[in-house]
């Protein structure tokens, strides 16, 4: 079973930013998309945005222009970039693996929280 790792959380003030990393524990020799969410207490957890094992990254209305979503294939780690951060972007964030045939997984989710 594969399993995800999430780094990069914490607290930053309004305007600043991060980067979240995401780590598989394995290589995924088949075809695979990762993918980053987000969830505050109360909602539903929400895409933002996704990028396959060959680069092609869509983004959901809610980080296109502001996140930045990239990868190395090689270390099966993806990333996103978070810059003007708003105290409305606190929340979990979670990556998930898509892979095979219906296969997938779930990082423990990673805290970011925008407060000054």
């Known amino acids: 079973q594969v399993q995800l790792v999430e780094s990069g959380g914490g607290l930053v003030q309004p305007g600043g930013s991060l980067k979240l990393s995401c780590a598989a524990s394995e290589r995924i020799s088949s075809f695979y998309v990762m993918s980053w969410y987000r969830q505050t207490p109360g909602k539903e957890r929400e895409l933002l945005g996704s990028?396959?094992?060959?680069?092609?990254?869509n983004y959901q209305d809610s980080a296109k222009g502001r996140f930045t979503i990239s990868g190395d294939d090689t270390k099966m780690t993806i990333f996103l970039d978070m810059p003007s951060l708003t105290p409305e972007d606190t929340a979990v964030y979670y990556c998930?693996?898509?892979?095979?045939?219906?296969?997938?997984?779930w990082g423990q989710g990673t805290q970011v929280t925008v407060s000054s």
């Open positions: 998930r693996l898509n892979y095979g045939s219906g296969s997938e997984a």
């Open positions: 990028i396959s094992r060959f680069g092609y990254v």
